[in-house]
């Protein structure tokens, strides 16, 4: 019973729950092993945290997608938009590009952070992923991730920003627009902060659309252990 309920719930997670309940009457007895199960849910969401990082850690994967693309941080807009008035447009493209610049390097540093949580998924975890919604493995690395997420990103992304001279570029036109005799409000916004929050943001959302697709498409389960797990058939 325990290796069938095991593969019951690695079933289910790319699968439907509601089909195999239907078609079995209860759990499918198949030629799955209870660690064959285990190492599919495991396999399955490395897969996607690694495709969804991929996706993102390389040249434009920020700055070309735009879905993803940064521009300053909401609350130093203004800069932007007075700067180009005057001529100073080139100054605000350096600090947005680097800033993009900054993101693609830093989401490379994110895997061993989804690894671990992989490696921590309990039975009780893969039964809350089940019974929950088709994000379902995406809530579940939110929920186990997102503060380690920040806390880690934050001297990462700070150090990218600096490398990519993003923060010079950013630091060159607050400064330029403080100077300006008109202004009367300062404006310096964290810029790590933003940074890491849309990284976080955008990695999620690519871990997401990832979920989808092994969840959807036979051709994106990519080892044999995931074809056998998510393409058996059951009777």
Same mark, same amino acid.
Do not use: W
């Given at each position: 019973?325990?290796?069938?309920?095991?593969?019951?719930?690695?079933?289910?997670?790319?699968? @439907?729950?509601?089909?195999?309940?239907?078609?079995?009457?209860?759990? $499918?007895?198949?030629?799955?092993?209870?660690?064959?199960?285990?190492?599919?849910? *495991?396999? %399955?969401?490395?897969?996607?945290?690694?495709?969804?990082?991929?996706?993102?850690?390389?040249?434009?994967?920020?700055?070309?997608?735009?879905?993803?693309?940064?521009?300053?941080? $909401?609350? %130093?807009?203004?800069?932007?938009?007075?700067? *180009?008035?005057?001529?100073?447009? @080139?100054?605000?493209?350096?600090? #947005?590009?680097? #800033?993009? *610049?900054?993101?693609?390097?830093?989401?490379?540093?994110?895997?061993?952070?989804?690894?671990?949580?992989?490696?921590?998924?309990?039975?009780?975890? %893969?039964?809350?992923?089940?019974?929950? $919604?088709?994000?379902?493995?995406?809530?579940?690395?939110?929920?186990?991730?997102?503060?380690?997420?920040?806390?880690?990103?934050?001297?990462?992304?700070?150090?990218?920003?600096?490398?990519?001279?993003?923060?010079?570029?950013?630091?060159? =036109?607050?400064?330029?627009?403080?100077?300006?005799?008109?202004?009367?409000?300062?404006?310096?916004?964290?810029?790590?902060?933003?940074?890491?929050?849309?990284?976080?943001?955008?990695?999620?959302?690519?871990?997401?659309?990832?979920?989808?697709? =092994?969840?959807?498409?036979?051709?994106? *389960?990519?080892?044999?252990?995931?074809?056998?797990?998510?393409?058996?058939?059951? @009777?």
């Amino acid at each position: 019973m325990k290796k069938s309920l095991l593969f019951f719930i690695t079933a289910c997670l790319f699968t @439907s729950c509601e089909t195999l309940i239907n078609t079995t009457g209860g759990y $499918p007895s198949v030629g799955v092993t209870e660690q064959e199960a285990s190492t599919g849910i *495991r396999q %399955a969401l490395t897969q996607g945290v690694s495709k969804g990082i991929t996706f993102l850690n390389h040249t434009d994967g920020f700055f070309g997608n735009e879905t993803y693309k940064l521009f300053l941080p $909401p609350e %130093a807009q203004k800069i932007e938009n007075v700067l *180009r008035t005057i001529g100073l447009g @080139s100054q605000v493209d350096k600090a #947005i590009l680097q #800033i993009n *610049r900054a993101a693609e390097d830093a989401v490379g540093y994110a895997k061993p952070i989804f690894v671990d949580a992989i490696t921590e998924m309990t039975l009780q975890d %893969a039964l809350n992923i089940v019974k929950g $919604p088709k994000n379902a493995a995406t809530n579940y690395f939110r929920e186990k991730t997102n503060a380690k997420l920040v806390t880690a990103f934050t001297p990462v992304i700070k150090s990218s920003l600096d490398k990519l001279n993003a923060t010079k570029y950013y630091t060159d =036109i607050v400064n330029s627009y403080n100077k300006l005799p008109t202004t009367f409000n300062k404006v310096n916004p964290d810029l790590t902060s933003y940074v890491v929050e849309k990284a976080t943001a955008a990695l999620f959302d690519q871990i997401e659309k990832e979920e989808a697709n =092994i969840r959807e498409n036979p051709v994106a *389960r990519t080892t044999q252990i995931l074809k056998k797990v998510f393409g058996t058939k059951y @009777s």
